[in-house]
T-cell receptor
Framework: DIQMSQSPSSLSASVGDTVTISCRAT??????LNWYHQKPGKAPTLLVA???NLQSGVPSRFTGSGSGTDFTLTISSLQPEDFATYYC?????????FGPGTKVGVK | QVQLQESGPGLVKPSETLSLTCAVS?????????WTWVRQSPGKGLEYIGE?????????NPSLKSRVTISVDKSKNQFSLRMKSLTAADTAVYYC??????FGEGHKIDKWGQGTLVIVSS
């Protein structure tokens, strides 16, 4: 299986900050990398597909980048609704494994 | 707007079999989508269990394959998960969801149910 890791595991930020989350795969997954966020007690929500394709309705302050094994999700001008846990997921091959998550909390 | 709703027991005894159903509304299981089960536990995070197409073609996580069966019932517009030989390690929130394989975007999970907590305990 392809293993996914994320860093940091958690971070504290303020509204208006720019936040960067990293995700790494144990092998080349080209750009087959999705990003989700999840709020407590809710299901995950898809933000970005194939590393950089923002999904319909997702604000433009979210930017995904990367290819190969290293990926980044950047949130510019953090908004109150962005405090959540963010997960990457490789969509290159089954089983479609997720990263352990990065919790974005309030500073 | 497709909506998914899980149903099933919240408490299951060790060694027993779990059966969960996902009702699909606002759309049909007979579409170009695949339908998946994902679980989330504190110890293992989000874990892909498997997925199924309306034809009955299914794929499973090898780590669970020997214990899991996913099926689809087109007449009821729902799909189901059966997992046997449960242990405490199977305690988790179980989500059903829709998978899209859009051109150029590969496998993505774009609609999720609200999730159902399953506790394995005697």
């Amino acid at each position: 299986d392809i293993q996914m890791s994320q860093s940091p595991s958690s971070l504290s930020a303020s509204v208006g900050d720019t936040v960067t989350i990293s995700c790494r795969a144990t092998q080349n997954i080209t750009t087959y990398l999705n990003w989700y966020h999840q709020k407590p007690g809710k299901a995950p929500t898809l933000l970005v597909a194939v590393a950089s394709n923002l999904q319909s309705g997702v604000p433009s302050r979210f930017t995904g980048s990367g290819s190969g094994t290293d990926f980044t999700l950047t949130i510019s001008s953090l908004q109150p609704e962005d405090f959540a846990t963010y997960y990457c997921q490789q969509s290159y091959t089954s089983p479609f494994t997720f990263g352990p998550g990065t919790k974005v909390g309030v500073k | 707007q497709v909506q998914l709703q899980e149903s099933g027991p919240g408490l299951v005894k060790p060694s027993e079999t779990l059966s969960l159903t996902c009702a699909v509304s606002g759309g049909t299981v007979i579409s170009s989508s695949w339908w998946t089960w994902v679980r989330q536990s504190p110890g293992k995070g989000l874990e892909y269990i498997g997925e199924i197409y309306h034809s009955g073609a299914a794929t499973y996580n090898p780590s669970l394959k020997s214990r899991v069966t996913i099926s689809v019932d087109k007449s009821k517009n729902q799909f189901s998960l059966r997992m046997k030989s449960l242990t405490a390690a199977d305690t988790a929130v179980y989500y059903c969801a829709r998978v899209r394989y859009d051109f150029g975007e590969g496998h993505k999970i774009d609609k999720w149910g609200q999730g159902t907590l399953v506790i394995v305990s005697s």
